[in-house]
Structures are given as structure tokens and as C-alpha cells.
């Protein structure tokens, strides 16, 4: 069992953003908490220009954690989403 685990805490996680989102909510003083998330090794990311979910875009603030969209209402809340899953 042991091993099972030590394999899934080696794994990386995989954050996506898109570009446009974050231009359009992420405030300049929530910038230093994303930036202490992202020096965890475990964690990748990248930014696309876009990834074609507009409608969702356009209202809130979204990730792609592993393949699964986490919405919130404020960047604050994203991070603080994203840190349950990671």
C-alpha cells in the first residue's frame, strides 16, 4: 500500500487558465498568493489564450484542475478551491 501512495503524491497536478479570465478577474493584490500556490512542485501550469467556454468566462472566474472546471465568484475563492484539490 505504501507504494500505491507514494506513487499519487508524486503525480502532478495539472492547472489550466485562460488568459482572458484571468485579465478579466484576477486582482493585482491576489497575484502573490497564486504565486506562492504555483512553487509547489506537484503543481504545472499554463495559461491559453482561450479555451472556448465563454459563456462561463465572461462571468466568472474558472480553472481547469486535472481535467475539471472549478468556478467561484472571486479569484480568492478560486485559489482557495484549488488548493482543496490539490
Known amino acids: 500500500m505504501k507504494r500505491l ?3 499519487m503524491a508524486k503525480k502532478k497536478r495539472k492547472v489550466e487558465f485562460c488568459q482572458k479570465n484571468l485579465d478579466r478577474f484576477l486582482k493585482e ?3 502573490p498568493y497564486y504565486e506562492e500556490f504555483f512553487k509547489n512542485p506537484i ?3 499554463n495559461e491559453y489564450h482561450c479555451q472556448s467556454k465563454c459563456e462561463i468566462c465572461t462571468k466568472h472566474p474558472y480553472a481547469m484542475v486535472n481535467g475539471r472546471m472549478i468556478i467561484a465568484n472571486s479569484t480568492k475563492e478560486l485559489l482557495d478551491k484549488m488548493r482543496e484539490i490539490v
Open 5 to 7: 501512495f507514494s506513487k
Open 29 to 31: 493584490e491576489d497575484v
Open 43 to 45: 503543481i504545472s501550469y
